[in-house]
C-alpha cells in the first residue's frame, strides 16, 4: 500500500473512531434524555399528586368552615367555602386529569383509575355536604359524618398513590444516575478504545516508515564502506519497497561495475608483470649487447689501428707506386726514343 493510502486510512480510522465515539455519546445522552425526560415526568406527577391531596384537604376545609359558618349564621364565611369548594373540586379534577394525562408506568395508571371514582365521590360527598348545610344547618353533622367517611376512604388511596409516585420518582432518580454512570462509562471505554487503536495505527504506520528507512540508512552505509553484498529486503509501503529495489539494483551495478574493474586491474596487473618482465629481459640483453658492443668497441678500436698501419703502409706503398710510375713513365719515354729511332733506321735500311 502506498504511503499516502497508509495516512488516509489512518485519518479514516480516526474519523470513525470519533464518530463511534461521539455516536456512543449521543446515543447514551438520547437514553438519558429519556430517563431524565420520564423522572421530569415522574416529578411533575408527584407535584400534581402532592398538590392533589392539598386540594384534597383544602376541600375538607371548605366542608369544615361551611358547617361552622351555617352553624354560626355567617353568611360571608359561606360564601368563601361555597367558593372555595367550587374551586379546589375543580383543580383536584383538573390535576388527576393531568396525572392521567402523563406517560406513567403501567401500575401508576391503574392507581389513578382507582382513585378517580373516589375523587369524583369524594367532591359529590362535599357538595351534597354543602347542599344539605345550606338548606338545614340541623343536619350538618351527619352530612359531614358522611363526607369523613369519603374523606378517609379517598385519603388512603391518595397516601398510597404518594407513595408509589415518590418510589416511581426515586427509581426513576436512581436509573437516571445509573444510565449517566453506564454512559460515563460507555463513552470513557469508547473513548479508550479509539485512542488506542488510532495509537496502535500511529505505531504501525511508524513501524512501516521507520523500519524500511533504517534498513535504506543500512544499505546505505554498507555501499559508503564498500560492502556491495548486503541482503536487502525490500518491505513496507510501496514507495520504501520502491526505494529498496532501486538499492538493490544500485547495489547490483555497483558490484557489477567492480567486479569489472576488478578484472581490468588485474588484467591490467597481468600485463604490467609481462612488461616488467620484458623489461628484465630487454634489460638483460641491452646489458648482453652492451658487453657486446664494448668487446666490438676494443674490436673496433684494434681495427681501427689496424686500418691506420694499412693507410700508412698504403700510403708508403702509393709512394713507391708512384715512384715507380714515373720511373715506369721515364722508361716509355725512353722506349719511344729507342722505338723511332728504330724506325728511322728500319727505314734507313729501306732506302
Aim: glycine fraction near 6%.
Amino acid at each position: 500500500m502506498k504511503l499516502k493510502h497508509q495516512i488516509i486510512a489512518l485519518g479514516l480510522v480516526g474519523i470513525i473512531s470519533s464518530a463511534v465515539v461521539g455516536g456512543i455519546g449521543l446515543l447514551q445522552t438520547w437514553q438519558l434524555s429519556e430517563r431524565l425526560e420520564q423522572s421530569e415526568f415522574t416529578s411533575v406527577a408527584l407535584k400534581h399528586s402532592q398538590e392533589a391531596d392539598m386540594m384534597h384537604d383544602a376541600i375538607r376545609g371548605d366542608v369544615l368552615l361551611l358547617a361552622h359558618g351555617a352553624g354560626t349564621q355567617q353568611t360571608a364565611q359561606i360564601a368563601e367555602a361555597s367558593s372555595g369548594l367550587d374551586a379546589h373540586s375543580k383543580n383536584f379534577m383538573e390535576l388527576i386529569q393531568q396525572l392521567e394525562s402523563l406517560p406513567l408506568n403501567a401500575e401508576i395508571k391503574n392507581m389513578l383509575q382507582n382513585v378517580k371514582p373516589q375523587v369524583q365521590e369524594y367532591i359529590a360527598a362535599g357538595r351534597k355536604a354543602q347542599t344539605v348545610i345550606s338548606q338545614d344547618p340541623s343536619a350538618a353533622n351527619s352530612a359531614i359524618t358522611a363526607f369523613q367517611e369519603a374523606f378517609g376512604k379517598l385519603e388512603t388511596q391518595m397516601a398510597l398513590l404518594s407513595d408509589a409516585l415518590a418510589k416511581n420518582v426515586d427509581s426513576a432518580h436512581e436509573v437516571s444516575r445509573e444510565k449517566v454512570a453506564s454512559s460515563k462509562a460507555y463513552v470513557s471505554i469508547a473513548w479508550v478504545l479509539s485512542t488506542l487503536l488510532l495509537i496502535a495505527g500511529a505505531l504501525v504506520l511508524a513501524k512501516e516508515l521507520s523500519l524500511p528507512l533504517a534498513h535504506a540508512v543500512e544499505i546505505s552505509n554498507a555501499l559508503a564502506q564498500g560492502r556491495l553484498y548486503t541482503a536487502i529486503q525490500p518491505a513496507g509501503s510501496d514507495e520504501t519497497v520502491q526505494l529498496l529495489k532501486s538499492m538493490d539494483a544500485m547495489q547490483k551495478s555497483f558490484g557489477t561495475t567492480v567486479r569489472s574493474v576488478k578484472h581490468s586491474a588485474e588484467a591490467v596487473a597481468t600485463a604490467s608483470a609481462e612488461i616488467a618482465q620484458g623489461n628484465n629481459d630487454l634489460s638483460a640483453r641491452t646489458e648482453q649487447q652492451a658487453s657486446a658492443l664494448q668487446e666490438t668497441a676494443a674490436s673496433m678500436e684494434e681495427l681501427g689501428a689496424t686500418v691506420k698501419q694499412n693507410a700508412d703502409s698504403a700510403r708508403q706503398a702509393n709512394q713507391l707506386a708512384m715512384n715507380a710510375s714515373t720511373v715506369a713513365a721515364q722508361g716509355g719515354e725512353v722506349v719511344g726514343e729507342v722505338v723511332q729511332t728504330m724506325k728511322g733506321i728500319n727505314e734507313a735500311s729501306r732506302k
